[in-house]
């Protein structure tokens, strides 16, 4: 049984700080291209970043550009999303996405993900106070 679990979310201020972890059991880590998600009250999910199995390539969407970091550590068996700058705006559940897939484009941020990405987990909230 697969599952993928995300953890970090929590209240945090206006400019803070906040480091998301991702695990995922039931597939073997290193196999798996990784990716964040959100979705705000009232909006469509986006998708924030996704990386490739080794890390290697990494892509992020417009609302994460320079301002989150994604990375992974295949040892730990563990995908990170560091967001700094945090704003009001960020304020969402935030996902974490797993797929079983050596190579990685682009279209992994594609519109919602339920196409590109098989695994998902439940999700970790996210809120920033102003």
């Known amino acids: 049984q697969v599952q993928v679990a995300e953890s970090g979310g929590r209240l945090v201020q206006a400019g803070g700080s906040l480091k998301l972890s991702c695990t995922v059991s039931g597939l073997t880590f290193a196999d798996l291209a990784m990716g964040w998600f959100r979705q705000a009250p009232g909006k469509q999910r986006e998708a924030m970043a996704c990386?490739?199995?080794?890390?290697?390539?990494?892509f992020y969407g417009e609302s994460a550009k320079g301002r989150f970091t994604m990375s992974r550590d295949n040892a730990l068996n563990t995908a990170f999303l560091q967001m700094n700058d945090l704003n009001p705006e960020d304020t969402a559940m935030y996902y974490c996405v797993a797929e079983e897939r050596v190579s990685l484009s682009s279209e992994c941020l594609t519109g919602d993900g339920a196409e590109y990405w098989d695994h998902w987990g439940q999700g970790t909230r996210v809120t920033v106070s102003s």
């Open positions: 990386i490739s199995w080794n890390g290697g390539k990494k």
